[in-house]
């Protein structure tokens, strides 16, 4: 027996009894002939497999989503323009099964089935997990089919339906509103030094900060257009990917105390150019540039731009572009949410405020690397506090930051001020625009105040947002399914980069336990074992016994209900680890 992921379709044929009933050796040949000469070509097109063929229903596998999608459009679309009297109900699921001579097993088959028996005539059903994969990758639209109960599946399924039955598809799309949506790719490092890739990168995510304040455009998220970083792609096919009607694109050249900038904006239909700019600049007056690119690139849009837009939020980091630049550095290793690279985040950051101690968001990451050390289990005494000090002064200094509102809320979650920071992270995403991963950690934090289901409809929208999201995105909502007792889901989610610390490797291996996948769950603990090891080894802490609570026991810190952290200790003891 061998276990993979893989996208599943199932499909039947609409009133197959019935039919049968009427005329049945027309209905076996009008069936046979279309799945000869239309269906498998179709499914071997797309890169598929049939598996099996049972009756009236088939069973394919794919080892894309977008191809198994693809392939399901492209056959109800062939059999509703065609002469067929036969309609067919589809259902896809992306999970794990197991392949034995020739034929799946597994959840993951039983839910595509499950999807398939919730479809109309001609119609498609997935589940969310394949909804979130597909991203922006297809030009049809899924609607919100609700959630249902479904016979040997614990957990209701949450559907998505193509078409959607009301006729007014709720889109997938990113830029589907009657909005603007801009899409701004990563400028490109024109300095011959890697060591400036993190200036150019900077520009960019200045850039979109600043956009996402106008509430007249939507704003792509940073890891969504950053994807294409690198990339000789046209701008037509990355506003399709993205549903983006402009794209942002651009270079910074440094030299000495000198940097040009160069930016010009594109419609993604036509290709066309619709303003370019080229900015030579002094270093110290960066943020201006900035402003001014802001500014250019809003005012060309064509006729969508409303009176609000002449009020910009044109607040701006102060004083030393040094602390700017150790500011963007120390960013990009915190993003990694790793011990090693979160302790050398603060060691910049401490440079940072020495040289600019007005700088609001440079203290409001020093304030999160003081949150995560508490996350990962390596706080030693004074992190809460110092987490406390530093996001209130970073308020004091720019209340208007969604970013600092959302550490604010984890402050008072670090102190254990339960009520204020549900409040908090409520307030944040009251405030929130385009911010996809603000609001994916306001989801955590809803997800250690015990509130699971709220925390997995903010994520899962944040996830939406932002289609192509950072691994850190997986790794809060791997921990938010296991809450949620999803624990296969849970499994699907924390693999590959969103194992991203000791963290991720525990949540898997509970959910392994908890799922009863007793193998699985001793690797995956025998991985957490070796990576928490490594961690708490670079903070100078010594592992005598590998124990449930020389391991994971400071991972209580952060939660609010003994209840959620027992949750996560069970299944650790049921994957091998003692007391």
């Not at 498998?40 to 598996?51: A, C, K, M």
């Not at 609607?143 to 016979?151: I, S």
């Not at 700017?324 to 302790?343: F, G, T, V, Y």
């Not at 250690?448 to 950072?470: C, F, I, N, S, T």
Request: aromatic share 6%.
């Amino acid at each position: 027996m061998k276990r993979r992921l893989a996208a599943i379709l199932a499909a039947d044929v609409v009133g197959y009894s019935k039919l049968m009933a009427a005329d049945e050796s027309g209905t076996l040949n009008a069936l046979s002939n279309l799945i000869e000469n239309s269906i498998q070509p179709l499914i071997t097109d797309h890169s598929g497999r049939v598996v099996k063929l049972m009756g009236d229903g088939i069973l394919a596998e794919f080892g894309s989503v977008v191809d198994a999608v693809s392939c399901a459009i492209s056959w109800q679309k062939h059999i509703g323009n065609g002469d067929n009297h036969l309609q067919f109900r589809i259902g896809i699921n992306l999970g794990d099964i197991i392949h034995q001579d020739g034929d799946i097993f597994g959840d993951g088959v039983n839910i595509a089935a499950r999807l398939e028996s919730l479809a109309e005539p001609g119609g498609i059903c997935i589940s969310s997990i394949v909804l979130e994969s597909l991203g922006n990758r297809l030009e049809d639209n899924f609607g919100d089919g609700g959630r249902h109960e479904v016979k040997n599946i614990s957990e209701p399924l949450q559907v998505y339906r193509w078409p959607h039955s009301d006729g007014q598809p709720a889109s997938t799309q990113i830029g589907s509103s009657e909005k603007p949506t801009i899409a701004v790719l990563a400028f490109t490092n024109m300095s011959g030094d890697s060591e400036q890739e993190y200036f150019s990168d900077g520009i960019s995510e200045d850039i979109i900060t600043q956009l996402s304040r106008f509430r007249t455009v939507n704003v792509i998220a940073r890891n969504s257009s950053f994807t294409f970083k690198g990339e000789k792609t046209d701008a037509k096919q990355i506003g399709k990917k993205l549903g983006a009607h402009y794209i942002v694109e651009g270079s910074v050249r440094t030299s000495g105390n000198r940097a040009r900038i160069t930016a010009q904006l594109v419609d993604t239909e036509t290709g066309n150019h619709l303003w370019a700019e080229r900015y030579d600049r002094e270093l110290q007056d960066i943020f201006a540039v900035q402003d001014e690119v802001t500014q250019s690139i809003v005012a060309v849009l064509p006729g969508r731009v409303q009176e609000d837009v002449a009020e910009q939020a044109s607040r701006k980091p102060t004083g030393s572009m040094k602390a700017h630049e150790l500011m963007l550095r120390a960013k990009s290793l915190r993003d990694s949410l790793s011990a090693e690279d979160n302790l050398k985040a603060r060691q910049l950051l401490e440079r940072a405020l020495k040289l600019d101690p007005r700088h609001a968001r440079v203290h409001m990451y020093l304030a999160d690397t003081y949150v995560v050390d508490m996350m990962l289990g390596l706080a030693t005494g004074s992190e809460s506090s110092e987490s406390w000090r530093l996001s209130k002064i970073g308020v004091k200094l720019d209340a208007n930051d969604v970013y600092i509102q959302d550490q604010l809320g984890f402050a008072y979650l670090c102190e254990g001020m339960w009520e204020d920071a549900e409040i908090q992270f409520e307030k944040t995403l009251s405030q929130i625009v385009n911010e996809a991963e603000s609001m994916a950690w306001c989801g955590y934090g809803f997800m250690l105040l015990g509130k699971h289901e709220r925390a997995y409809q903010v994520v899962q929208k944040a996830m939406q947002l932002d289609p192509l999201h950072a691994p850190s995105l997986q790794w809060i909502f791997g921990q938010i399914c296991f809450c949620l007792q999803r624990y296969d889901d849970a499994v699907r989610t924390l693999v590959g980069n969103a194992l991203l610390n000791s963290v991720a490797h525990a949540f898997l291996a509970a959910a392994q336990a908890q799922a009863h996948h007793q193998s699985e769950a001793a690797t995956a603990l025998a991985s957490f074992i070796n990576h928490r090891r490594q961690e708490l080894n670079s903070r100078g802490i010594d592992v005598v016994e590998n124990s449930l609570t020389t391991l994971a026991a400071d991972y209580r810190k952060l939660w609010r209900h003994e209840s959620d952290w027992e949750h996560l200790a069970d299944g650790l003891r049921r994957a091998g680890l003692p007391d």
